[in-house]
């Protein structure tokens, strides 16, 4: 098997890319999600977004109804449904309808806009956009960001065997030959859409996450540190531990809310700083439940302007994702800000950390916890890992090489 397209630059090639193209294409995102919303996928697409604008690119997004509107995007929206008044994340039946809504509208949006480009994000963006390239002959592009049967059944939507996986299993496959090609986080995910779903390798390129470094420094960089910690009432000599993200089952927040039970419990003198959203009130109780409630600070949802300065009061990040094909791009701002990070052993991981990841096998609680005890334990080795990460991050993940990867793949199809 040939190995699946990696970028059109060497990794570690420091050379400055100009922003300037002869040739600005018209460009259809569907984005079937509550965008923006401050969290993962919904940071690749503004990012990706931006990169292109910034390129000379003209980018128009269609979205679901709900979600904030940034200023410098050309946002859509679907209309609402009056039964479903709240954001949506993961999979639910009322997906179906808005979808149906979020398809129409992108059918309008398209007639007028006249897209030379059609890039679809998530399955359901890739089906909608399969339908819309037929029609209107344009390419389309499908930013894969993890298996949609995969993610059902993270979310308990499906059971992982019977008949409703098999259905999931071979509409997923069906979606996967829309596009002309497709573009993937991870070598993990390239490997899967080749190797599982049978996708021509020549039709797959891996567009790693990338961060935005000048935003995401260094905490002797960032203002307000003490006025966080003053906040949350954390005493100047303890330690912080950072998380931010979804919290729900399949991203490992019970298991890291049971690796700190652990790790205090051995006498570790740290607080636990959580940012992210939903299920907060579920999360608290059970940190109640396990005695570290005083422990375990849970800041909730905040806006993505406002990552760094509370990133910043760590001295060390947790990511406990348990998907092994999905991307986790919250890494890479960890990496940028210089934050040793202990996360399990899942090949994306190794391929965001490299040989600088502090890693524990997949759910094993009390190997989390001591990966963390190890870092709590070390200062001076913790400062030299942080370094290491934000140069590698510095040389691997920057978004106007990841622009003219996109652009590059743009170029391919429209031949």
């Not at 005695?291 to 406990?320: N, T």
Request: net charge positive; proline share 6%; hydrophobic share 45%.
């Amino acid at each position: 098997m040939v190995a699946p397209t990696l970028w059109s630059f060497k990794l570690g090639d420091h050379a400055e890319l100009p922003l300037h193209t002869p040739m600005p294409y018209r460009i259809l995102m569907i984005a079937p999600t509550s965008f923006f919303l401050d969290y993962g996928c919904h940071v690749r697409i503004r990012e990706e977004a931006r990169i292109l604008q910034k390129m000379g690119h003209r980018v128009k997004i269609v979205t679901y109804p709900l979600g904030r509107n940034l200023p410098d995007l050309d946002i859509e929206r679907a209309l609402p449904i009056p039964f479903r008044a709240h954001r949506e994340v993961g999979p639910s039946r009322s997906k179906l309808f808005i979808d149906v809504l979020l398809a129409l509208k992108t059918l309008r949006v398209a007639f007028k806009f006249k897209p030379q480009v059609i890039h679809a994000h998530l399955h359901e963006g890739a089906l909608i956009g399969g339908v819309l390239s037929r029609l209107l002959r344009v390419p389309l592009v499908f930013d894969f960001q993890g298996s949609l049967t995969s993610e059902m059944v993270d979310h308990r939507f499906i059971a992982p065997r019977g008949i409703l996986h098999a259905i999931a299993r071979r509409l997923e496959r069906r979606i996967d030959r829309l596009p002309q090609h497709i573009l993937t986080s991870s070598q993990n995910a390239a490997h899967l859409l080749i190797e599982e779903f049978q996708i021509p390798d020549q039709r797959v390129t891996v567009l790693y996450d990338c961060v935005e470094a000048d935003t995401f420094l260094p905490a002797s960089h960032v203002d307000a540190v003490g006025e966080l910690r003053a906040r949350l009432q954390i005493p100047c000599a303890r330690k912080i531990v950072v998380y931010i993200g979804l919290l729900a089952e399949y991203r490992g927040t019970r298991v890291m809310l049971d690796a700190a039970k652990e790790l205090l419990a051995g006498g570790v003198d740290a607080q636990f700083v959580i940012i992210g959203f939903p299920n907060v009130e579920y999360y608290q109780a059970y940190a109640q439940k396990l005695g570290i409630a005083a422990r375990a600070s849970f800041i909730g949802r905040i806006p993505y302007e406002d990552v760094p300065r509370w990133l910043a009061l760590g001295d060390i990040a947790l990511e406990p994702k348990m998907s092994a094909t999905e991307a986790a791009g919250k890494v890479l701002n960890y990496m940028a800000m210089g934050l040793p990070t202990v996360a399990f052993d899942i090949p994306v991981m190794r391929e965001y950390l490299g040989e600088w990841g502090m890693y524990a096998p997949l759910g094993d609680v009390r190997a989390f916890a001591e990966q963390m005890r190890t870092l709590l334990d070390d200062p001076a080795r913790t400062h030299a890992i942080g370094q290491a990460l934000r140069q590698r991050a510095l040389e691997l993940f920057s978004w106007e090489r990841a622009g003219r990867e996109i652009e590059r793949v743009y170029a391919s199809v429209l031949r």
